[in-house]
């Protein structure tokens, strides 16, 4: 049966369609989360909060684990009209935007978008890709939807229409004690809770690349933003990379140096930013340990991609 949209209150169908040429409806949101104890965000970070506000958000930044805002950081949100909040760190991601829900900031918004800073990008511009997702008529929507552990959308770019984050399932979901969990605690209840809350309430998962329809993934469900990272920079349909796939490199996939190869410099991000993170973060120990299975897994579709990124080049269509 087909998933009917839900709109927000107020705004109908008919009007919600006439936004389809835009990015996101006016007053749109984005509660974006970092992680920055010394209280100023990086380069590579200010890039994509600059990408954020091309697309018309009205941007609120949490700084988790800072006590003060850094000069810079402070001047950055000042010149570019971000609210800036600072608490302590304490249930991650999802902690840090119940923070802000509970300020009553989202009230009003047609849509909330929750982003954070475990991505590098964007390596191309944000507004075509959200207008190619159709972002202003899904009543939820994400970058990626996988099919790792159970049909989710990956929280590090979720949208949700005012109507889709009001509906009692997903409202449960948001106001869990999450700074009394663990990390695993809050993937599961958080990360993927949200998208079973959304499913419960008849809202479908819309993503920009989505693996729920694959067959091969059924049988072997993975995490698409470390098997299939160079296929999505290659083609711009998810213009990003992990932090943690180049820093922890967990699944101990091979030829991650080719990621220098596949950022275009003409969009302004610069692989420089990457260099010097990875410079002043050294991978961080594993709390799980991926199994010989999982990683043969990982490196053969990692190799399936990096053998078509290669015949691409010899054709001369890939970057």
Not at 109 to 132: C, E, H, M, R
Not at 184 to 194: F, S
Not at 233 to 257: A, G, M, W
């Amino acid at each position: 049966m087909q998933s009917v949209p839900i709109f927000p209150a107020g705004i109908t169908k008919k009007q919600v369609e006439s936004t389809s040429s835009t990015v996101l409806p006016t007053g749109t949101i984005c509660l974006f989360a970092c992680y920055v104890p010394d209280g100023n965000i990086p380069l590579h970070t200010r890039f994509y909060l600059k990408n954020l506000l091309s697309c018309g958000v009205v941007l609120h930044i949490i700084l988790s684990g800072a006590e003060t805002i850094h000069e810079s950081t402070q001047k950055f949100c000042n010149n570019h009209g971000i609210q800036a909040w600072t608490r302590p760190n304490g249930g991650l991601d999802f902690g840090a935007w119940q923070f802000l829900l509970q300020k009553g900031l989202v009230e009003d918004a047609p849509y909330i978008l929750f982003a954070n800073d475990s991505v590098f990008g964007p390596f191309t511009p944000l507004s075509p890709l959200l207008k190619k997702l159709k972002a202003s008529q899904r009543p939820a929507w994400g970058l990626v939807a996988s099919r790792a552990i159970t049909p989710h959308l990956q929280s590090w770019f979720i949208g949700l229409s005012q109507a889709a984050f009001r509906t009692p399932s997903v409202q449960r979901v948001l106001t869990l004690p999450f700074a009394e969990m663990s990390r695993d605690e809050i993937i599961w209840h958080g990360e993927l809770g949200l998208s079973v809350a959304l499913k419960a309430a008849n809202i479908p998962l819309h993503a920009a690349w989505s693996d729920l329809d694959k067959p091969l993934a059924r049988f072997f469900p993975a995490n698409p933003m470390h098997t299939h990272w160079r296929d999505m920079v290659q083609t711009e349909t998810v213009p990003f990379l992990k932090l943690e796939v180049l820093r922890d490199n967990p699944f101990s996939i091979p030829h991650l140096e080719d990621w220098r190869t596949l950022i275009p410099t003409e969009n302004g991000f610069q692989p420089e930013w990457i260099e010097a993170y990875l410079s002043q973060h050294p991978s961080r120990a594993l709390t799980l340990h991926p199994t010989w299975k999982g990683r043969a897994v990982y490196a053969l579709m990692n190799q399936w991609d990096r053998l078509k990124w290669r015949k691409d080049r010899r054709r001369g269509t890939a970057r």
